[in-house]
């Protein structure tokens, strides 16, 4: 089934480490994304990709980093610079850009030790 | 700025009674699109719906429908005959053209529960 993985779907970090949230799609989507969301807030951006090596920042990119290197594929590292990472993170895709629904993954938790 | 505002924060009903989940937005595009998205309790977000902005038709879509009201700028959504299935968190979101960025704002959720 065509779909988005997201992985692992808990994640525990500790103080001064970097961690790395995997999101895998094969819609074969030009676009991604990564939202962060807290407790009774709405969604917020954190990076997108139009394309496949070409990545943009979002309303909250400090502290996070993306690569983009197969379509594929549109893992985020959360740094140790993040100094409130405990979040839910949820990962998504659309054909191309230009207000086209976006297909959500189920999310992966990040918690701190 | 783009905004999107989702007052109710939580709303209990009783299976099978209708409900209707606000959503006010602003922008200063002319041209623009309105979703809304179900995020049930495995977390994943369910796309349900997008309208553009000139296109100010009610759609039903089996329970589901919408009204879009430009002159209020309210893009509201009504549940008929409610399920507990429908129990959620339903988000409202907006994105504009005028970057072409693809860029969703979300409102903060409506949390529904349907009670049996």
């Known amino acids: 089934d065509g779909g988005i993985t997201q992985s692992p779907k808990y994640l525990f970090r500790k103080e001064g480490q970097n961690v790395t949230l995997s999101c895998e799609q094969n819609?074969?989507?030009?676009?991604m994304y990564w939202y962060r969301q807290d407790p009774g807030q709405g969604l917020r951006l954190i990076y997108y990709?139009?394309?496949?090596?070409?990545?943009q920042k979002g309303d909250i990119a400090e502290g996070y980093s993306v690569s983009r290197e197969k379509k594929e594929s549109f893992p985020l590292t959360v740094t140790s610079a993040q100094k409130n990472p405990t979040a839910f993170y949820l990962c998504?895709?659309?054909?191309?850009?230009?207000?086209?629904?976006?297909?959500f993954g189920d999310g992966t938790r990040l918690s701190i030790l | 700025a783009q905004k999107v505002t989702q007052a109710q924060t939580e709303i209990s009903v009783v299976e099978k009674e209708d409900v209707t989940l606000d959503c006010v937005y602003e922008?200063?595009?002319?041209?623009?699109?309105l979703f809304w998205y179900k995020q049930p309790p495995s977390g994943e977000l369910v796309f349900l719906i997008r309208?553009?902005?000139?296109?100010?038709q009610n759609e039903i879509s089996g329970r589901y429908s919408w009204n879009f009201q430009k002159s209020t700028s309210s893009f509201n959504f009504t549940i008929t005959a409610s399920q507990v299935v429908d129990s959620a968190v339903y988000f409202c979101?907006?994105?504009?053209?005028?970057?072409?960025?693809?860029?969703?704002?979300f409102g903060t959720g409506t949390r529904l529960q349907v009670f049996p």
């Open positions: 990709s139009q394309i496949v090596n070409d990545f």
């Open positions: 922008t200063r595009d002319t041209t623009y699109y």
């Open positions: 309208r553009n902005s000139f296109d100010e």
């Open positions: 998504a895709s659309s054909i191309r850009m230009g207000n086209q629904p976006q297909h």
């Open positions: 819609l074969n989507h030009d676009a």
């Open positions: 979101a907006l994105s504009g053209v005028r970057y072409n960025t693809d860029k969703l704002i």
